[in-house]
């Protein structure tokens, strides 16, 4: 992150207005035990510290974080009091401008076989597709067109337009103007709702940016940040 800090102080020099970083953070494939405390603990305090840069250089507005993982993890512990490859996850954004205090997406209820999406072993599909939230990104990023947006997202014709989130879905200084669906098949929820017939297990916990995540063996964080010139672009 202070590799990532130092970059983009440069930017004018650099000439460039957007720009895309991946900072990694290892160590969450925890088949043997839990082992995200200290991991999580690391990741928080980097991204605070970074969050904190980014304000004092007048680039929060402009900047937006976001964790991800190659794979989510088992809600089910194994034998070992550790957990195994899964698929669906959690997983945040945050930024200057991002519409925070929202889930989106659906949350699996119940957590349980009952559940249509459940694969066994606490491993659920996912709800809402990677393309979905780069989608809107890209939107906030000067991506406006479906042409474009189908060049830097070849899989997102995969997928409902109704799943696909635009900037104005995601910041409060969305602009795009973007011919999508008038709903959402999966409307946003302000908090999970609860079930009666959770896993024998808990879930493992969530991931954190720089943070990782719980769900795979890296866990990597990507900034971008377009400049306010160029893109009229909450904690």
């Known amino acids: 992150f202070r590799a990532v800090a130092e970059y983009m102080r440069s930017r004018e020099y650099r000439k460039v207005n957007r720009e895309v970083y991946v900072v990694k953070q290892t160590g969450y494939d925890g088949h043997d035990g839990n082992l995200a405390d200290g991991l999580f603990s690391s990741a928080n305090g980097a991204l605070r510290n970074f969050i904190e840069t980014l304000k004092t250089e007048g680039l929060w507005n402009n900047t937006v974080i976001m964790m991800g993982s190659d794979f989510g993890r088992s809600l089910n512990s194994n034998s070992n009091g550790g957990s195994d490859h899964a698929w669906g996850g959690n997983y945040f954004m945050v930024g200057g401008s991002v519409k925070g205090g929202r889930v989106l997406g659906k949350y699996p209820t119940p957590l349980s076989p009952e559940n249509d999406r459940w694969i066994g072993r606490g491993r659920f599909i996912p709800t809402t597709p990677w393309d979905a939230v780069w989608n809107g990104v890209a939107n906030w990023m000067g991506v406006h067109s479906e042409e ?49 017939n959770p896993t024998n297990a808990g879930p493992t916990p969530n991931p954190t940016t720089t943070a990782p995540t719980t769900s795979s063996t890296t866990a990597s964080t990507t900034t971008a940040s377009p400049t306010p010139s160029t893109l009229p672009l909450q904690d």
Not at 156 to 170: A, I
């Open 148 to 196: 474009d947006l189908d060049y830097a997202l070849p899989n997102r014709g995969s997928f409902d337009k109704c799943d696909l989130l635009y900037d104005k879905d995601l910041f409060t200084d969305g602009a795009c103007d973007c011919t999508g669906c008038s709903g959402v098949t999966w409307p946003p929820t302000v908090t999970p709702n609860p079930t009666n």
